[in-house]
């Protein structure tokens, strides 16, 4: 099946209409036409090669929404005309011990990303949601239940949603715990949504005063200016978990203060340049963690979906076009987005 996409054949060029191939459907296969795919931070180091290991064409994107087409005769789960989702995995190896107990973001033998990661598919490597349809195995196909008229504004729970949630449920945010979330910005404002919903004490920290305000508006009980000392100190000895979503290099011993006696701070961001080493004292005196996380299998992913259409949360978002993409990915880079891009699929029919 050929379908117009949108992606880049090198790191030094813009993106441009590509026409694809995707397999035809197998028995367990679930073929999706999409209608939104969130814009991650990923997409745009993936593309311009900033990690490095970049497969072209790269056609980035996952944080996909859209309908069922078509479905394999073995599968179950999903029927032509539902509304789905597809996260940032399409394949892992189903019998390591992260597999066998539904953590496959985890996968002991290498999981297959949405995008970038090997296949036997043309042409050789996965090919992302900046595309008019996608074919995966319904193991890894989501169930969306949130009604239609947010669809676009689920889309990035895929990916920054469960990236967020996965700590917050792992750490047991809940009534009676004081969470931390510092930054604002897409991993953030959906960790703020979250752990509010969970019935925590949500603290904010961003170093823009402009944001306090967003950040109570997004559900948090307490802003807090990371430029004012005071602020700061008012918080010490306070959290039992700090959400930390910014992707810079930063002094972390600041937040290892700022938490209990057996308080975790987990990484959520990985930077271009490495942390600061901390100081070892501020975690042997009070049994404090510095931990990372990374997404969610697709068990938990699926609850996350659950647990945001119940509560009606879903990102702040902006539309825009595929022929839009490169405008956005440099308004990312200035943190000019509140807080997610999401494309319109149907602007794909006009890019060819």
Same mark, same amino acid.
């Given at each position: 099946?050929?379908?117009?996409?949108?992606?880049?054949?090198?790191?030094?060029?813009?993106?441009?209409?590509?026409?694809?191939?995707?397999?035809?459907?197998?028995?367990?296969?679930?073929?999706?036409?999409?209608? #939104?795919?969130?814009?991650?931070?990923?997409?745009?180091? %993936?593309?311009?090669?900033? +990690?490095?290991?970049?497969?072209?064409?790269?056609?980035?994107?996952?944080?996909?929404?859209?309908?069922?087409?078509?479905?394999?005769?073995?599968?179950?789960?999903?029927?032509?005309?539902? %509304?789905?989702?597809?996260?940032?995995?399409?394949?892992?190896?189903?019998?390591?011990?992260?597999?066998?107990?539904?953590?496959?973001?985890?996968?002991?033998?290498? +999981?297959?990303?949405? #995008?970038?990661?090997?296949?036997?598919?043309?042409?050789?490597?996965?090919?992302?949601?900046?595309?008019?349809?996608?074919?995966?195995?319904?193991?890894?196909?989501?169930?969306?239940?949130?009604?239609?008229?947010?669809?676009?504004?689920?889309?990035?729970?895929?990916?920054?949603?469960? %990236?967020?949630?996965?700590?917050?449920?792992? +750490?047991?945010?809940?009534?009676?715990?004081?969470?931390?979330?510092?930054?604002?910005?897409?991993?953030?404002?959906?960790?703020? @949504?979250?752990?509010?919903?969970?019935?925590?004490?949500?603290?904010?920290?961003?170093? %823009?005063?402009?944001?306090?305000?967003?950040?109570?508006?997004?559900?948090?009980?307490?802003?807090?200016?990371?430029?004012?000392?005071?602020?700061?100190?008012?918080?010490?000895?306070?959290?039992?978990?700090?959400?930390?979503?910014?992707?810079?290099?930063?002094?972390?011993?600041?937040?290892?203060?700022?938490? @209990?006696?057996?308080?975790?701070?987990?990484?959520?961001?990985?930077?271009?340049?490495?942390?600061?080493?901390?100081?070892?004292?501020?975690?042997?005196?009070?049994? @404090?963690?510095?931990?990372?996380?990374?997404?969610?299998?697709?068990?938990?992913?699926?609850?996350?979906?659950?647990?945001?259409?119940?509560?009606?949360?879903?990102?702040?978002?902006?539309?825009?076009?595929?022929?839009?993409?490169?405008?956005?990915?440099?308004?990312?880079?200035?943190?000019?987005?509140?807080?997610?891009?999401?494309?319109?699929?149907?602007?794909?029919?006009?890019?060819?």
């Amino acid at each position: 099946m050929q379908v117009t996409a949108y992606g880049a054949r090198s790191g030094d060029r813009p993106l441009e209409a590509l026409t694809i191939q995707r397999r035809n459907a197998g028995p367990r296969d679930v073929e999706i036409d999409i209608a #939104y795919c969130g814009v991650c931070h990923s997409d745009l180091h %993936t593309v311009r090669d900033e +990690w490095g290991g970049t497969l072209y064409p790269c056609v980035p994107g996952h944080e996909i929404v859209g309908t069922v087409r078509s479905v394999g005769p073995e599968v179950t789960r999903f029927k032509v005309g539902d %509304t789905v989702g597809v996260g940032c995995l399409v394949d892992s190896c189903g019998h390591c011990h992260s597999c066998e107990e539904n953590l496959e973001n985890y996968c002991e033998n290498g +999981w297959t990303g949405t #995008y970038n990661g090997q296949t036997a598919d043309e042409p050789g490597h996965t090919l992302g949601g900046y595309s008019q349809a996608i074919v995966v195995d319904e193991h890894f196909v989501l169930a969306i239940r949130h009604p239609q008229d947010q669809l676009a504004a689920v889309a990035p729970l895929l990916c920054a949603g469960i %990236t967020t949630y996965s700590p917050l449920r792992h +750490w047991n945010a809940g009534p009676g715990k004081k969470v931390g979330v510092v930054g604002i910005g897409g991993l953030g404002h959906m960790a703020i @949504k979250i752990a509010h919903a969970m019935g925590a004490h949500v603290v904010a920290f961003t170093s %823009t005063p402009a944001k306090r305000q967003d950040a109570i508006d997004l559900g948090a009980d307490e802003a807090v200016v990371t430029r004012e000392p005071e602020e700061l100190a008012a918080q010490t000895g306070s959290f039992d978990l700090i959400i930390d979503s910014v992707a810079a290099s930063h002094d972390l011993d600041t937040y290892i203060g700022l938490l @209990k006696r057996d308080g975790a701070l987990v990484m959520l961001g990985v930077p271009e340049h490495p942390h600061p080493s901390p100081n070892v004292g501020g975690l042997i005196f009070g049994r @404090k963690t510095i931990a990372g996380s990374l997404i969610g299998g697709l068990a938990e992913t699926q609850e996350m979906l659950d647990f945001c259409a119940e509560h009606g949360i879903v990102s702040d978002i902006e539309m825009i076009d595929i022929q839009q993409i490169d405008e956005a990915y440099d308004r990312m880079l200035r943190s000019d987005v509140r807080y997610r891009f999401v494309i319109d699929n149907a602007s794909l029919a006009n890019a060819a």
